[in-house]
């Protein structure tokens, strides 16, 4: 599973929060983190999932809106 890649609990969640549809501000406000942080965690989360740079972008710019 994802723990196997050294996916962390935390990442966990907010993984599960944006696959249900949430934008990063929405995680943030749930999860008591700011803007930021969310940022921080999904981006580490994608290196161990070794998504590609282009995906990252593209997800980013749709949490942008």
């Known amino acids: 599973g994802l ?3 050294g996916v962390s609990g935390r990442e966990l969640e907010i993984l599960d929060l944006l696959a249900r549809g ?10 008591d983190l ?4 969310v940022h921080e965690y999904t981006s580490s989360l994608l290196v161990k ?7 990252r972008t593209a997800l980013r710019d749709l949490d942008e809106g």
């Not at 949430?22 to 999860?31: C, D, G």
């Open 22 to 31: 949430k934008r990063s501000s929405e995680v943030a406000a749930e999860l």
């Open 3 to 5: 723990a196997g890649v």
């Open 49 to 55: 999932l070794r998504v590609d740079s282009a995906v």
């Open 34 to 37: 700011d803007d930021h942080q």
